[in-house]
């Protein structure tokens, strides 16, 4: 392996090493790392017959840690965002929102990575198309999952959840993957083609 894939594990283990000493709550813990682990083990397995972008193996290791961030503190709870809270005058900690909006961002470029080099669709405005509905579709999934595990553990699922009393949080959340969908279309799409075509020279 390269200098690069070490430091990119090391910060993955180093994190969730940490995260995993003194959460706020086990079982939540477990539910919110959960989908990094098995990221890692996804790329893990499709590395040598499907390597990524280094962009997108970046992005990858970044939601990992908001994820392992928000399963150690629980999301309604990560001290940096009720700082935040008087700055921006927010009746919540919006740390909930940043992983939301990670949930579209990264899966965005994930989604135009395989669409890209598998060649689905030759238009751009198609593959974008494709894209943010793939990230809505995920999102959504998402959401039918908060609630699988709300209705499995009634009064304990609301660290896991991260509502905060807020009504509106489901659309909310899925609105923030949208956004988070298409800044990653608008910021990385030039950046990612360089990328993908000095994937395909070799």
Same mark, same amino acid.
């Given at each position: 392996?390269? %200098?690069?894939?070490?430091? @990119?594990?090391?910060?993955?283990?180093?994190?969730?090493?940490?995260?995993?000493?003194?959460?706020?709550?086990?079982?939540?813990?477990?539910?919110?790392? +959960?989908?990094?682990?098995?990221?890692?083990?996804?790329?893990?397995?499709?590395?040598?017959? *499907?390597?990524?972008?280094?962009?997108?193996?970046? %992005?990858?290791?970044?939601?990992?840690?908001?994820?392992?961030?928000?399963g150690h503190?629980?999301?309604?709870?990560?001290?940096?965002?009720?700082?935040? #809270?008087?700055?921006?005058?927010?009746?919540?900690?919006?740390?909930?929102?940043? !992983?939301?909006?990670?949930? !579209?961002?990264?899966?965005?470029?994930?989604?135009?990575?395989?669409?890209?080099? #598998?060649?689905?669709?030759?238009?751009? +405005?198609?593959?974008?198309?494709?894209?943010?509905?793939?990230?809505?579709?995920f999102s959504? *999934?998402?959401?039918?999952?908060? @609630? @699988?595990? &709300?209705?499995?553990? !009634?009064?304990?699922?609301? &660290?896991?959840?991260?509502?905060?009393?807020?009504? @509106?949080?489901?659309?909310?959340?899925?609105?923030?993957?949208?956004?988070?969908?298409?800044?990653?279309?608008?910021?990385?799409?030039?950046?990612?083609?360089?990328?993908?075509?000095?994937?395909? !020279?070799?």
């Amino acid at each position: 392996m390269s %200098l690069r894939n070490y430091l @990119w594990l090391a910060c993955f283990f180093l994190t969730l090493g940490w995260s995993a000493i003194n959460p706020k709550d086990y079982p939540t813990w477990v539910l919110e790392v +959960a989908p990094a682990v098995i990221g890692l083990v996804l790329i893990a397995c499709t590395r040598k017959r *499907f390597p990524l972008t280094s962009l997108l193996y970046c %992005l990858i290791l970044a939601h990992c840690i908001v994820l392992i961030v928000g399963g150690h503190y629980t999301y309604a709870e990560v001290p940096l965002f009720d700082e935040l #809270k008087p700055v921006f005058g927010w009746q919540r900690n919006n740390y909930d929102k940043l !992983g939301h909006f990670m949930q !579209g961002f990264v899966p965005a470029i994930l989604a135009r990575e395989i669409l890209v080099r #598998k060649a689905v669709v030759s238009s751009t +405005a198609w593959r974008n198309l494709f894209i943010v509905s793939v990230c809505l579709a995920f999102s959504a *999934f998402y959401e039918m999952i908060e @609630w @699988w595990v &709300a209705v499995i553990t !009634g009064t304990g699922s609301e &660290a896991f959840l991260g509502t905060q009393g807020y009504i @509106w949080d489901t659309q909310s959340d899925m609105a923030m993957a949208l956004l988070g969908a298409v800044a990653a279309i608008v910021t990385l799409s030039g950046q990612h083609d360089r990328q993908l075509g000095r994937l395909a !020279g070799g």
